[in-house]
């Protein structure tokens, strides 16, 4: 496989959905009917998702003396906040994130070994796998919302939102179960494609500082004394190819930050409406399908915030690494100016990279991901010894 097909196997899938929401910017040789046509399906998704959060939140009118059914609607409610967020960032940074594919692409991002291809090859499998395995969780937990109602003996809708008209009425029913189905599945499949391609940037910067790593502990010694121009021109290159992970890194920060601070806003709200929801059931009362459904939901919100929290984690790790593997070259024959080189990359990697939300104090980090469960779960707590 050429290093093209690789790189392009960390996003292609998940550029092309884009491409169908009308969020990605077109080539500039593309006609006018094509940017209508694009147009188009980007107010088709954007008047799906305004319809069904103006019926969340007439429905949390409706029941605001009511905390369980608020909290049932902060369900999916908290879900559609976050793929807005997701859909407008996209479509108002278009144009600045279309340059993250040009700067994968790019023969600067080249491998220059086996070892890095096999590297490359690696992380490009455990993409892969995750977003599959991340897509099929999604769309388990989509397709048990759609399901249970209907073997409920159609006692409720999908999803809990305001009812148009009586669902006692068997065409009533089946209209509004069929626009909850079309309201569920686009947005469904627009967290698998955002949180699948933030992983899989997040993994090619990890893998692009493994390899900057490997290159700087080769960093071999001084022979003879035309060794240290070489030397001094390999210093260059890695120095520049790390300023070009660095704007790279600024790029998919940019696509991160903005959806990626309210995805973790609104995990909290999902995470305590989920655990209250179950605290209320039994399985003595019937509720059994219930709890499964809501403990996947659970869990694959979970698994939403872990991977992008986990893979950021990842990059800060491996950014850290860098001044250790350039004092562990063979640096001390070499000669006073690449010593010098030396020391300035040193100090221009003490400070880790760090994917920031938008307080510039939270970065997207592992620790970020324990103290979102950990604020949930004592929000919980809270509600559940209020409510009691």
Same mark, same amino acid.
């Given at each position: 496989m050429s290093q093209h097909q690789t790189v392009t196997d960390f996003y292609k899938y998940q550029v092309w959905y884009f491409?169908?929401? /009308?969020?990605?910017?077109?080539?500039?040789? #593309? #006609?006018d009917h094509q940017r209508?046509?694009? *147009?188009?399906?980007? /107010?088709? +998704? =954007?008047? +799906? %998702?305004f319809i069904m959060l103006l019926l969340f939140s007439l429905e949390l009118l409706n029941n605001i003396s009511q905390v369980r059914e608020i909290l049932k609607v902060f369900f999916l409610f908290a879900t559609e906040i976050s793929c807005?967020? !997701?859909?407008l960032h996209l479509k108002l940074k278009r144009r600045k994130l279309a340059g993250l594919v040009d700067m994968m692409l790019s023969p600067e991002f080249g491998v220059k070994s086996e070892q890095e291809r096999q590297m490359l090859e690696a992380d490009r499998v455990a993409v892969v796998r995750m977003r599959n395995f991340y897509g099929i969780m999604s769309l388990g937990a989509a397709a048990l919302i759609l399901i249970v109602p209907c073997i409920d003996n159609f006692g409720e809708l999908p999803l809990t939102m305001m009812k148009v008209c009586n669902i006692e009425g068997w065409?009533?029913?089946?209209? @509004?179960? %069929?626009f909850h189905s079309i309201c569920l599945l686009p947005t469904c499949v627009l967290n698998i494609?955002?949180? *699948?391609? #933030?992983? *899989?940037? =997040?993994?090619? +910067?990890?893998? @692009?500082? @493994?390899? %900057?790593?490997?290159? =700087?502990?080769?960093? /071999?010694?001084?022979?003879?004394?035309?060794?240290?121009? !070489? +030397? #001094?021109?390999?210093?260059?290159?890695?120095?520049?190819?790390y300023n070009r992970i660095v704007r790279l890194k600024d790029l998919v920060e940019l696509f991160i930050r903005g959806p990626g601070s309210v995805q973790l806003m609104c995990s909290v709200l999902v995470l305590v409406?989920?655990?209250?929801?179950? *605290?209320?059931m039994s399985i003595a009362n019937g509720d059994a399908i219930f709890m499964v459904k809501i403990s996947i939901y659970q869990l694959v919100m979970l698994w939403q915030i872990f991977i992008i929290c986990y893979a950021s984690n990842e990059v800060t790790v491996q950014s850290s690494r860098l001044c250790h593997s350039i004092y562990s070259s063979q640096w001390t024959g070499w000669n006073r100016p690449n010593r010098r080189i030396v020391l300035l990359m040193m100090q221009r990697f003490n400070s880790p990279m760090l994917l920031r939300t938008f307080n510039p104090t939270f970065a997207f980090s592992l620790e970020a991901f324990g103290s979102i469960v950990n604020c949930s779960y004592s929000y919980f707590a809270l509600l559940k010894r209020v409510n009691s």
């Open positions: 491409q169908i929401l /009308g969020v990605w910017q077109l080539p500039t040789w #593309a #006609a209508r046509f694009q *147009s188009m399906r980007f /107010g088709f +998704i =954007l008047v +799906i %998702l807005m967020a !997701k859909l065409i009533c029913y089946w209209l @509004q179960y %069929l494609t955002y949180d *699948s391609v #933030a992983y *899989s940037l =997040l993994c090619f +910067i990890k893998v @692009q500082l @493994q390899m %900057l790593v490997l290159r =700087l502990q080769k960093l /071999g010694p001084v022979i003879e004394p035309e060794d240290n121009e !070489k +030397i #001094a021109m390999e210093l260059r290159e890695c120095a520049a190819y409406s989920n655990l209250y929801d179950m *605290s209320t």
